[in-house]
């Protein structure tokens, strides 16, 4: 089956700077990658997707990149601010429509 | 429109007991599923269903029941708790195929 592979598992960053969370997946047949924040005691929620006809996405300061070829994504939040602070989870669709979750990546930005 | 509940919020258990964790949604969406969440662990798909009446295993399904009679719930029944069972439980809703999932808010399960 699928597997999501994700890294680091912690990051921290100044302030202003850039954060960038990689993922790997096995399933050269998944064609769906959505990105979910979860702050501290709420449910996961969707920041950004993108699909594989695609090779970038960008929203305001969040972007996400794929390479189908090396089968790996990566999200990138630019200008970092205090409120990025939360755990983000990469994920990937199988061939059989489910949504298998990386093992998420704890996000803290120091003042 | 609820969204996707969840009920209830918190449950403590003894190990062997029995327990459904109970999600609904009103968005008609054909696609739910059951995810538990442990630390360092991520979130891992228990069980899911593609539509009333069907239903299938994900990653880690040992241990759990589940049913879809109707479009709009989607219970999860844990026949003898364990306390490996000790967890976060999320259930999520979509359409097919592809869209965002929309999570629950949560139910927070120990088990004794």
């Known amino acids: 089956g699928e597997n999501v592979e994700q890294h680091p598992s912690t990051l921290s960053v100044q302030e202003g700077d850039s954060a960038v969370i990689k993922c790997t997946y096995s399933?050269?047949?998944?064609?769906?990658f959505p990105w979910y924040k979860q702050e501290l005691g709420k449910r996961p929620q969707l920041i950004i997707d993108?699909?594989?006809?695609?090779g970038e996405k960008k929203d305001q300061r969040i972007a996400v990149t794929l390479n189908k070829t090396a089968k790996h994504f990566s999200l990138h939040i630019t200008e970092t601010q205090p409120e990025d602070s939360a755990v983000y989870f990469c994920a990937a669709r199988t061939r059989d429509d489910k949504i298998i979750f990386g093992k998420g990546t704890r996000l803290h930005i120091l003042p | 429109n609820a969204g996707v509940t969840q009920t209830p919020k918190f449950q403590v258990l003894k190990t062997g007991q029995s327990m459904t964790l109970q999600c609904a949604q009103d968005m008609n969406h054909e696609y739910m599923s059951w995810y538990r969440q442990d630390p360092g662990m991520g979130l891992r798909l228990i069980h899911y269903?593609?539509?009333?009446?069907?239903?299938d295993q994900g990653e880690v399904p040992n241990g759990y029941n589940v049913s879809r009679s109707t479009t709009e719930d989607f219970p999860l029944r844990l026949l003898s708790a364990a306390p490996s069972q000790t967890s976060v439980y999320f259930c999520?809703?979509?359409?097919?195929?592809?869209?965002?999932?929309?999570f629950g808010p949560g139910t927070r399960l120990t088990v004794l």
């Open positions: 999520a809703s979509r359409r097919l195929p592809g869209a965002e999932s929309i």
């Open positions: 399933d050269s047949a998944s064609n769906y």
């Open positions: 269903s593609v539509g009333a009446g069907i239903t």
């Open positions: 993108i699909r594989s006809n695609v």
